[in-house]
């Protein structure tokens, strides 16, 4: 079996300044003995000295639990990798008094890569965006960020972490291909991305120059989009921002993984008919909902307003699962 391969690249700014955005990313350089892949990205929910210390243990917290569960699963490693982070946040920002500090309250992304599953667990306040043959696939929704957003279902969203004594991340799961690109940003990136149409344009069509091979059109599409996310820092005035994107250059010809933990998969469709949008996004439905049903309105929706800046839903489903394999040429006969 051979090796996967990736490329990733981030830029981080704080106060203003340029900072080492491996502060608020960790990318594996290698793979672990099973081949998997790990990228994390973790965020303050208010961007100050405490924050970014809270930021940094939770960092800490989830590459140590991921390593120490290699073995398991993709999304048990994930579940337990946040419920250990959040529980070192509690431990250590615990007020005598009672209560939670805003500013060392944690959100965070996690993804593994095994073969060409790739599980992400989230919880805001993050967004991830996977780009797949000219598709881009939110998590959570970019259109979330806007306020006149209604959601499809009831579902609630997560809560960061170091705010329960128990952490719940969102659960998605898709399968990659080389030449796709993962992006990871702040909250207040995806907040301008999800109102800018032209940047979700200019990024979905990163990969799209002339180029040799796949890692050289996966390595245009992460140097655009990484481009194009700087820019709508710098034009919105950003003080605090980051970005990482990673592109997959080589995944294993074969691959023989684990059991995978069924935590009620939904199946995942992109926008079809009514206005035009130029993004498609996963969206969580209800056990036992079809996408039918959810495309034909008969799932209620109550948004209220989150505090995490999101419209935001009232009940969860787990794990959501994006599009179904694309199919791939045969090998050429040996």
Known sequence: ???????????AVSAGEPVDALSAFY?????????????????????SPAGSAAAAAALAALRRSIAAD???????????????ANAALLAEHRPPTGGRRRDTLVGATAAILTGRQL????????????????????FPDLASWRPDFVPATDDPEPEPLGLRNCARPALYRTLAAPGDVFLFCSSPLARCLGRDHEAIAAIQDGGCRPASGVAAVSHSHLAAALEQLEFLAAHHGLEDAH???????????????GPILSLGL??????????RRP???????????TAAAVQAGEVGAAARRGWFGRRRSAERQPVVEAPTPRPRPAPPPR
């Open 243 to 257: 970005a990482a994107a990673v592109a997959v250059d080589r995944l294993p010809v074969a691959f023989g993984g």
């Open 27 to 47: 990318v594996d350089p290698q793979p672990c003995p099973r081949g998997r892949r790990i990228m994390i990205s973790v965020e303050p929910l208010a961007p």
């Open 1 to 11: 079996m051979s090796r996967s391969a990736i490329t990733a690249a981030a830029f």
């Open 70 to 84: 290699a073995l398991l699963p993709p999304p048990l490693v994930l579940l337990r990798a946040f419920a250990r």
């Open 266 to 275: 939904a199946r995942l469709r992109p926008v079809r008919g009514g206005e």
């Open 279 to 289: 993004i498609a996004t996963p969206a969580p439905v209800p056990s036992g909902t």
């Open 119 to 138: 599980v992400i667990a989230q919880v805001p306040p993050s967004q991830a965006i996977v780009a797949q043959e000219r598709r881009l696939y939110a």
